[in-house]
């Protein structure tokens, strides 16, 4: 069966710092994979999505970046960090329309 | 870009009521998706719809795709406590998925 990893689950980082979030997926292959932005208590904004190795689609212009280096994973990753970066981070994959989430991680930006 | 409207944006009720919630689109899906987010988890799939009226169950969840396609509703029956959580509604219509903004259920024992 198909699993998805995430980690950190929880990061806390000072502002102007890096950031690498990390996802990866076990027990398939060549999936669509998706990094999105959760505020608190808000929905999911989608930030990147990949369809193959070094293939990346940006859906919002931000100070972010992400990186498909292996087949099964996706790294998001930003050289400066700013406040407005806080917030729950979910990266997912899907075979076909269906998406499966990761258990996310929690970034806090002080 | 594709747009979801999902409604109610939150909803408070007894233990033991039954809950509908709705997906609404100015465009068509092929597909429709429903989540459930619980704090601090990512969103679990609950039930995936594939055609034009379908009607489909999981435990006490229903959902149905819309005639139009472009609409679907979610209904739980007898909500229990621990049916609290987002709900999010989902379209597939091209990569990638739009999602609804949410409807945050809270049931009161």
């Known amino acids: 069966s198909q699993t998805i990893h995430q980690w950190p689950a929880t990061l806390v980082q000072p502002v102007g710092s890096p950031l690498s979030l990390e996802c990866t997926v076990e027990g398939t292959s060549n999936p669509n994979l998706y990094w999105y932005r959760q505020a608190a208590g808000r929905g999911l904004q989608l930030l990147f999505y990949?369809?193959?190795?070094?293939?990346i689609s940006s859906e919002v212009p931000q100070n972010l970046s992400a990186s498909r280096p292996q087949d099964r994973q996706f790294i998001l990753s930003s050289k400066k960090l700013l406040l407005s970066d806080s917030g729950f981070y979910l990266c997912?994959?899907?075979?076909?329309?269906?998406?499966?989430f990761g258990p996310g991680t929690r970034l806090t930006v002080l | 870009g594709q747009q979801l409207n999902q409604s109610p944006q939150s909803m408070f009720i007894q233990e033991g009521e039954d809950v509908s919630m709705n997906c609404t689109s100015s465009?068509?899906?092929?597909?429709w998706l429903w989540y459930k987010q619980e704090p601090g988890e990512g969103p679990v799939l609950l039930i995936a719809l594939y055609k034009a009226g379908e009607l489909t169950s999981n435990g006490r969840l229903t959902a149905q795709f819309g005639i139009t396609r472009k609409d679907s509703f979610l209904n739980i029956s007898a909500s229990i406590p621990s049916d609290v959580g987002i709900y999010f509604c989902a379209g597939s219509g091209k990569l990638p998925l739009v999602f609804g903004k949410g409807t945050r259920l809270s049931v009161i024992a």
């Open positions: 997912a994959w899907s075979p076909r329309q269906e998406q499966f």
């Open positions: 990949s369809v193959g190795i070094g293939q």
């Open positions: 465009s068509i899906f092929n597909t």
